[in-house]
């Protein structure tokens, strides 16, 4: 299994075109949207995405048919403009325009992913590092200021250390996530945007205590961002108090014709529905 996260360009094409229903449709197998049903709030992960809506192929197929298009077609060109707007797209009219920005394969995993992890929505990317990315970029904004584990995956200890710190001027303080009191103290009230950390650490499989890092984050006004790469059938930390969490998939170039495949997805709690979220 690669590494993964999600992300997807350009976010302002993309207002109003992630999920707004809760991915299990109704027994007719309708996809109406409809308020989320308790089936997503299960406890257990497995349990949650077992009972979401199965999408079938494009004639009948027991799978779901892959799109291999990367390009697709728009008959009009005010319906182009449109789409560019954020006025249609594929959840509420079935409409795509090119798969760097979503086809129907990638949104039918971005939803099973939502359910999977009990969140409004998933948003699918080509690699870990840019779901990462996308998210911080998003959260934390020039100059911002991150709480993160001392133990990470390298390629994320790099980009709180050296990238983000260079071009962005946001500054990390790295501590030991088990204990409350170094937490607390290295979090800053109205300055700390980000509270970092693993389900479980790569590669030291240390086990995060979510409740208590989501309770400390809230407490001084900042989201807790998790990378649940390690756990995604074990642990859903939106359930636990996570504002949003990264969840890995193997690699599969058949999964997204784009220019490498889709490997993970950035869950979201946020009921706008929007990437990146208008209200962070």
């Given amino acids: ?90 959840e509420r009219d079935d409409m795509y325009i090119y798969s760097r920005h979503f086809n129907p394969t990638v949104l039918a995993l971005g939803r099973q992913i939502a ?4 969140t409004e929505a998933a948003y699918c990317t080509a690699s870990g590092m840019s779901a990462i990315s996308s998210v911080m970029m998003q959260l934390v904004g020039a100059g911002g200021h991150v ?49 970092y950390v693993e389900t479980m650490s790569n590669p030291t499989l240390a086990v995060a205590d979510i409740p208590m890092l989501a309770r400390v984050a809230h407490e001084a006004g900042a989201k807790l961002v998790v990378d649940n790469t390690f756990t995604p059938l074990v642990v859903s930390p939106a359930r636990l108090g996570a504002t949003s969490s990264s969840t890995a998939s193997p690699s599969s170039s058949a999964a997204a014709p784009t220019s490498s495949p889709v490997r993970m997805t950035v869950s979201l709690t946020c009921k706008c529905q929007h990437f990146p979220c208008m209200h962070a």
Avoid: W
């Fill in 1 to 90: 299994m690669a590494p993964v996260v999600a992300a997807v360009e350009p976010f302002t094409l993309l207002k109003c075109l992630m999920p707004q229903d809760d991915g299990l449709g109704d027994d007719n197998g309708s996809t109406d949207v409809k308020p989320m049903k308790a089936h997503r709030r299960e406890s257990d992960p497995a349990a949650a995405l077992a009972g979401a809506r199965h999408e079938f192929g494009e004639h009948g197929g027991v799978n779901m048919s892959i799109e291999a298009s990367i390009t697709l077609t728009v008959m009009e060109p005010d319906t182009m403009r449109r789409l560019f707007a954020g006025e249609l797209g594929p």
């Fill in 115 to 118: 359910v999977l992890e009990g």
């Fill in 147 to 195: 709480v993160a584990s001392h133990c990470l995956y390298g390629g994320t200890h790099a980009l709180l250390s050296s990238f983000l710190p260079r071009t962005s001027g946001v500054n990390t303080t790295f501590v030991d996530t088990d204990d409350e009191a170094a937490v607390r103290a290295a979090v800053r009230p109205g300055e700390t945007k980000v509270v």
